[in-house]
């Protein structure tokens, strides 16, 4: 089982998209290059695999490949940081099941994918991201969501399990964006940094308060007021969020929370967007069983992989490992 994992995770990482993809490259490796994955039986075709996905355990593989990764996290202003986001796999979805829904787990900084869990299908994201933080050690990380998971119990799990959280109010929050937003921000100093890049050039203005007594969150140590301005093409866009965040003023002063904060965008454009563009994954046809989870498990694994060595460029970084069976062999088993 794990030789035939390490066959499809290299296959993956020279840009194997599918079953039979993954047994040409197979095929193409070679009895020695099989061999080094501990395959020690021969070859693997296409069927194999199919029966093999459809059939595995995803939870206990999405626990499986995570276990080395946070060993391997970079920090973030002094603490190790982990952004928490859901993607739906869109084209597979068949046999009147809905497509899978997966929150995933990415380490800020380095990229890395540290966890994945399902969505279940009459549920929602917050208990889906509540079993995959379960499953995290967060003794001294910093923990950051989007608006969906600010949810008293979530703060809580975060806290007692030794982290910090930060989550963002959005008006999908009424009553309490509306309490945020009425904080007399106009009389707080803000702190500016501007970022330049890809054509665009991106504002961000933080302003920090303790926490008014009735936000409630277990641990809230401060509110913040964020805005964010984008010029693109002459084009200008600006989205003011409120955060709340278990972190004093000591721990994390303006500028610290908001490096905390940026790095939380990278689970779109660093795994979702690579999922989508590079894997090309939301036309997959893989719909049977557990197949579509194990392979997007397959390309969080191959990504992070990438990541670990160095490359920004996971497309760049496919072809050059395509070029050369050993490479991706090489980067499994030195990792």
């Known amino acids: 089982m794990g030789a035939l994992i390490a066959v499809a995770v290299c296959a993956v990482t020279a840009g194997a998209r599918g079953f039979t993809a993954i047994g040409e490259w197979a095929r193409d490796a070679g009895r020695v290059a099989l061999e080094r994955l501990g395959l020690e039986r021969g070859g693997v075709d296409e069927s194999t695999l199919r029966r093999l996905f459809a059939r595995l355990d995803a939870d206990r593989l999405d626990a499986v490949l995570g276990v080395w990764a946070p060993a391997r996290t970079a920090r973030v202003a002094g603490r190790r940081g982990i952004a928490i986001d859901g993607k739906t796999v869109r084209e597979a979805r068949g046999g009147g099941s809905a497509a899978p829904h997966l929150v995933a787990a990415l380490a800020h900084g380095s990229g890395a994918v540290l966890g994945q869990a399902a969505v279940s299908e009459k549920s929602n994201e917050i208990p889906a991201a509540r079993q995959l933080l379960h499953l995290l050690d967060l003794d001294g990380v910093?923990?950051?969501m989007d608006a969906l998971h600010t949810q008293h119990d979530t703060a809580t799990l975060v806290t007692r399990a030794g982290g910090d959280y930060v989550l963002t109010v959005k008006?999908?929050?009424?009553?309490?964006?509306?309490?945020?937003?009425a904080l007399p921000w106009t009389s707080i100093p803000a702190v500016t940094r501007t970022d330049r890049g890809h054509g665009r050039r991106a504002t961000r203005t933080i302003k920090v308060v303790d926490v008014p007594a009735w936000v409630e969150f277990a641990g809230a140590g401060q509110v913040a007021q964020l805005r964010r301005t984008a010029t693109r093409k002459?084009?200008?866009?600006?989205?003011?969020?409120y955060l709340i965040t278990s972190a004093d003023a000591r721990t994390a002063p303006p500028a610290v929370l908001a490096t905390w904060t940026q790095p939380h965008w990278e689970i779109e454009n660093r795994l979702h967007s690579v999922r989508d563009v590079t894997f090309d994954e939301d036309r997959s046809q893989i719909r049977t069983g557990n197949a579509p989870r194990v392979?997007?498990?397959?390309?969080?694994?191959?990504?992070?992989?990438?990541?670990?060595?160095?490359?920004q460029n996971i497309a760049a970084a496919l072809r050059h490992h395509a070029r050369a069976t050993d490479r991706p062999i090489n980067l499994l088993l030195t990792a």
């Open 234 to 241: 002459g084009r200008r866009t600006t989205e003011t969020v």
């Open 171 to 181: 008006a999908n929050q009424k009553s309490l964006y509306t309490q945020l937003k």
């Open 142 to 144: 910093v923990v950051t």
């Open 295 to 311: 392979m997007a498990d397959l390309r969080n694994t191959a990504i992070t992989l990438l990541r670990l060595d160095g490359h």
